[in-house]
């Protein structure tokens, strides 16, 4: 499938130095990002980078009437080379299959990791924490190899954050925003779990005995947290 041009944008840069350093360091990645980010169109920039390496890359895109067969003829593709160097699939589209799919799909990249000591980098609106627990298999071997693209920055992130609380019926103030961005980063997932856990008006009330109350009770109870940890 073609992709778009690849503007060289020194955030999208560094994004993708770090995949490289992660994959050419036998670390599984995962570029995580919505439909029509360009994370494809960056994937592409660094597997070309990593073939002008000399590094082994094949190319599955599982947006395609057999996705496993598909999967299947680039994973034999990587098996040809024998060349002593990093042999390198990259997935894209996953997050647009069926869970048995999923199932089967991850079960290849088992054996081709077995077998054949190859290194995955996973492109595209994935959920890694259902994946995982679906399959039991990470998708990502660090939580650092988990990779949210675009990368916000924290003026993008207050604005996610003031949307999000308002279509929760919720009332956060500048304070509150900042202490919800020390928990929850650039995880949206877990900012909209926090709203339902301080639903109202917080706008004056960062300092409430009750805060820590409801952040005890967030961190206990709630499941997105609880996928959180699991990285950890």
Known sequence: M????FIALPVLLGCGHRIEAFLLSGADTALVGPPGCGATSLARQVANRLEFQKQVVAWADLECAKPISALKRRI?????SRRPVRRILAIDNASGLQLADIKQAVACVKEA???RKINVLWVGNLDCAAIRAATEFTPHEEPDSHICYPQLAEGDLVQLYQAIAAHRGCVWGEAFIYFALDWCANDLAAVQSLARQFYGEWRDRVYDDDVAKFLSEWLANDPRVAAMRAWT
Not at 2 to 5: L, S, V
């Open 2 to 5: 073609a992709t778009a041009p």
């Open 76 to 80: 034999a593709d990587l098996g040809r």
């Open 113 to 115: 990791k077995q077998t």
